[in-house]
C-alpha cells in the first residue's frame, strides 16, 4: 500500500524552530513518507536551528543573497520549490506561518492542486500594512489551505469570520512551546560565552530583541535610546541584545549602543542559548512573535515593542504588555515593572495561553484524519 507523503516546509529561523518539533513527530510515524524541504530564506540562522534538532532537510533550496529583495524572495521560492513539488509530489504540503516562504510555497502547491496545511494559522492584527508583508501573507495562506492549525481558540474565531469550514480548523497549541520543552535545561551552559559571564543571582536581565522592518528606522532608534535611559535609571540591570544580522539593524543599534555600560550586543543566539537565557532573565523586551509566545511558558513578562499584536491573546491574559515604539513609553512601561513586585507577579504568573506542548501531536493527528477520510 503506498504511504502518504508529507513535504514540511520552511525558510526562516523562527519558522525552523516551530517547525522541528513538527518534523520529529512526523518522522517518527513510518505510516506516513515525510520530506522536509528548506528554502534558505535566513541561511546561517535556520542552519543553526537544523543542526541542533538534528533535521537534515531532503531539499535545500538556498535561495538567500544579500539585500534580497520581496520581489527576489518571492520569484526564486515559486520556481525552485515547484521543482520540488514536480519532483516529489506530495499528498500535502505544511507551511508555516506568515513569511514569504509560507505564502509562495502555498500558492505553488495550489497551482499543482496539493493541499495545504498551515501550522500557526489565524493571527490577525487587521492591518494588512502592519506587520508588512506578514499580515497579508497570512490572510492569503488562509485561503489557499486545506487545514488550519491555530494555537487558540480566538485564532480559531479569525477564521471563521472569514468563512472558514469550521471542520478544517484544529485548535493546537503553538508548537513554539513543544520546541521550549526540549532545549531549556538545568544547569545550562551557553555556547556564548558572554553569557556565562553574566551574575544571574545580582544583575536583572533583560533580554531584548527588535528587528522588524517596521520598526527599522527611527523607532529603533528610540528603543535603543530607552534601553539607555533604563540602565542608567537601575544600576542593577543588564540588557542582552543579540542583535540581527541585517545591515539596517546593526548600522543603528551598534552606534548607539555598542561598548556601553551594561549593555551586552552579541550575534544572533542559537535556540538553546536564546531558551536558557530567557529562564534566566527577569523579563524581556522585543518585537518578535514568538518570544511573546515562549517567554510567558517560562514564567517572564514581555514588554512589546510594537504598535499592534497578532497575539491578543497575550494580552488579555495578562503575560504580555503593548509597549508600543514611543520611547517615553516604554521606559515607564520598564520602570514599572522594575521597581515594584506587584505587576511583575501578576504578568509572571498569569496563564500562558500557547498550549501544554503537545501542538505536534495534534497536527500529526489531524493530518491522518485528513488523509483517512479522504481514502
Do not use: W
Not at 513554539?176 to 535545561?185: H, M, P, R, S
Not at 491573546?313 to 521597581?339: F, Q
Amino acid at each position: 500500500m503506498k504511504k502518504n507523503k508529507v513535504l514540511i516546509v520552511y525558510g526562516t529561523r523562527p519558522d525552523a524552530i516551530k517547525m522541528a518539533p513538527v518534523v520529529i513527530e512526523f518522522k517518527k510515524d513510518s505510516a506516513i513518507e515525510t520530506v522536509v524541504c528548506t528554502t534558505a530564506q535566513h541561511r546561517e540562522t535556520i542552519d543553526m536551528v537544523n543542526d541542533i534538532f538534528g533535521i537534515k532537510p531532503d531539499f535545500d533550496l538556498d535561495i538567500m543573497k544579500q539585500s534580497q529583495t520581496l520581489e527576489y524572495i518571492t520569484s526564486s521560492i515559486m520556481e525552485k520549490f515547484s521543482k520540488v513539488l514536480d519532483t516529489e509530489k506530495p499528498d500535502m504540503v505544511l507551511v508555516h506561518g506568515d513569511t514569504a516562504t509560507c505564502l509562495i510555497c502555498s500558492l505553488a502547491s495550489f497551482y499543482k492542486k496539493i493541499p495545504v496545511g498551515h501550522v500557526e494559522a489565524g493571527l490577525r492584527t487587521h492591518d494588512i500594512y502592519s506587520p508588512f508583508p506578514e499580515e497579508m501573507n497570512r490572510k492569503l495562506v488562509g485561503n489557499i489551505a486545506s487545514l488550519h492549525f491555530c494555537p487558540t481558540e480566538s485564532n480559531r474565531t479569525n477564521l471563521l469570520k472569514e468563512n472558514v469550514p469550521d471542520s478544517c480548523i484544529f485548535v493546537t497549541g503553538n508548537t513554539a512551546i513543544d520546541a521550549l520543552n526540549t532545549t531549556v535545561g538545568t544547569d545550562y551552559e551557553f555556547n556564548c560565552s558572554e553569557l556565562n559571564a553574566i551574575d544571574y543571582n545580582d544583575k536583572r536581565v533583560i533580554l531584548l530583541t527588535a528587528h522588524r522592518r517596521e520598526n527599522l528606522g527611527a523607532p529603533l532608534v528610540d528603543i535603543c535610546e530607552a534601553v539607555l535611559d533604563i540602565t542608567e535609571k537601575f544600576k542593577d540591570v543588564v540588557f542582552v541584545y543579540p542583535v540581527h544580522p541585517n545591515p539596517a539593524v546593526q548600522n543603528t543599534v551598534r552606534p548607539i549602543l555598542f561598548g556601553k555600560n551594561r549593555i551586552i550586543l552579541t550575534d544572533m543566539l542559537d535556540v538553546r542559548d536564546l531558551h536558557n537565557l530567557m529562564k534566566r532573565a527577569y523579563m524581556v523586551m522585543t518585537d518578535s512573535g514568538g518570544l511573546q509566545e515562549e517567554a510567558p511558558a517560562l514564567g517572564k513578562p514581555v514588554l512589546v515593542l510594537r504598535k499592534e499584536t497578532e497575539r491578543p491573546e497575550a494580552v488579555e491574559m495578562g503575560t504580555v504588555k503593548l509597549s508600543g515604539i514611543c520611547k517615553e513609553n516604554i521606559i515607564a512601561d520598564a520602570s514599572e515593572l522594575l521597581s515594584g513586585k506587584d505587576l511583575y507577579m501578576k504578568m509572571a504568573t498569569a496563564v500562558n495561553p500557547y498550549g501544554d506542548g503537545h501542538a505536534s501531536e495534534r497536527i500529526h493527528a489531524a493530518v491522518l484524519e485528513y488523509f483517512s477520510r479522504s481514502t
